[in-house]
């Protein structure tokens, strides 16, 4: 049997057939993920979530049945992110559409009460909200001016101003400027793109290191 024969439907497979195929899934997996972006990893909204369940399911099978071609499964996973990219695009441009797969927050409190219809349109129960406003710190429901229920399941809490945090504007305190080390140097290999954003070069760098050997 040739060991190449492992994409199309076989009585069985051998042990580098087994491993070819979960080694072409993993690879065609990580490209599916990167041409659907990062919100597709960081929330599941209803169609992340309707795409995650069949993606799944479809390459699940051919990894464990050999009587299953992985290609066929290649192909149906393919078409199924087209529709997908072309369905967000399509919600970026039409509100019904968007409206649809990514519904407006749902108001859980307002004003110090509890919104029990918001509850039941969210499908979440009362100790669920307790939860995540204690994860947030938040043990007096008083304290909460607004809470909504994201589509992406996550819940956002507006404090009534004086629960707010005391920032050093508030306190009219100068401060000085967000200042984000980047490394230059990444396993012994200069980054170059990172120099030149400083509006330094290697020529400044090496001089750098050069006087830093002659301080040691």
């Known amino acids: ?17 087994w491993v070819l195929r979960a080694i072409v899934a993993f690879f065609f997996l990580l490209i599916v993920a990167k041409i659907m972006g990062q919100r597709s990893i960081s929330q599941l909204r209803l169609i992340d ?13 051919p990894l464990s049945d050999e009587q299953l071609g992985l290609k066929g499964s290649m192909i149906t996973i393919s078409v199924l992110v087209i529709l997908y990219t072309v369905g967000v695009y399509l919600s970026l441009k039409w509100r019904a559409l968007r409206k649809f797969l990514e519904p407006t927050p749902i108001s859980l409190i307002k004003n110090g009460q509890i919104i029990y219809k918001g509850l039941l349109k969210a499908r979440i129960s009362l100790d669920v909200l307790l939860s995540e406003l204690r994860k947030q710190k938040i043990d007096d429901i008083n304290k909460v001016s607004l809470a909504l229920w994201e589509p992406g399941g996550s819940l956002s809490v507006f404090l009534f101003s004086q629960y707010n945090t005391v920032t050093p504007t508030d306190m009219q305190i100068a401060v000085k400027p967000l200042f984000f080390p980047m490394p230059i140097v990444k396993e012994g290999q200069i980054d170059v793109e990172t120099l030149n954003q400083f509006g330094k070069d290697e020529i400044w760098l090496k001089k750098k290191f050069m006087h830093c050997l002659q301080l040691i």
């Open 49 to 61: 979530f309707m795409m995650a369940l069949l993606i799944g399911n479809i390459i699940a099978h």
């Open 1 to 17: 049997m040739n060991d190449l024969e492992f994409f199309g439907e076989q009585e069985s497979l051998n042990f580098i057939q």
